[in-house]
């Protein structure tokens, strides 16, 4: 089984394909998790303690807003315990929102960078026959890296 960033990192959808094919997905919800289930959290709207835009430090530069810092805080333990990334470009709102676009390319920029990480790239299908053919290529990509089958 593993571990396979997810790209919108809010996407159900992607999440459940993810782990439909045997691995684990790691996103948004895994991050979040941790945090409202630490029993020192003490602000659970926020979701996020006043260290979390320090760690973002290790990601984002101090110049960069402490949104992205924060974000990164997030997303940059989970891109480096990721074995595998999927992106999604150009993702219907609907499909899973990041909401900040420096944040987005930072992750982008990272998973891009990580050397040896397998990435599927690929763009989110506008007809019926680009939908079968993400999906056959989200299942074979993931195939790939081995665990559960589910034809």
């Not at 996407?11 to 439909?20: A, G, K, P, T, W």
């Not at 997905?25 to 959290?41: F, V």
């Not at 805080?73 to 709102?93: Q, S, T, W």
């Not at 397998?118 to 007809?127: H, Q």
Request: charged residues 25%; proline residues 6%.
């Amino acid at each position: 089984m593993a571990k396979v960033f997810i790209f919108p990192a809010t996407s159900l959808i992607l999440s459940d394909m993810v782990e439909r094919w045997g691995h684990e997905a790691l996103g948004a919800a895994t991050g979040i998790r941790e945090r409202i289930q630490t029993a020192s959290l003490d602000s659970p709207p926020l979701q996020m303690t006043p260290e979390d835009p320090k760690k973002g430090l290790k990601y984002a530069a101090v110049e960069v807003p402490c949104g992205v810092r924060g974000r990164m805080a997030l997303y940059g333990p989970l891109i480096e315990e990721a074995d595998a990334a999927i992106i999604i470009n150009d993702a219907d709102l609907s499909f899973g929102c990041m909401g900040c676009a420096r944040t987005n390319e930072l992750v982008m920029f990272m998973i891009r960078q990580r050397k040896g990480l397998p990435v599927l790239d690929i763009k989110y299908p506008e007809t019926d026959d680009e939908g079968f053919a993400f999906v056959s290529q989200i299942k074979e990509f993931l195939a790939g890296l081995g665990g559960e089958s589910d034809d």
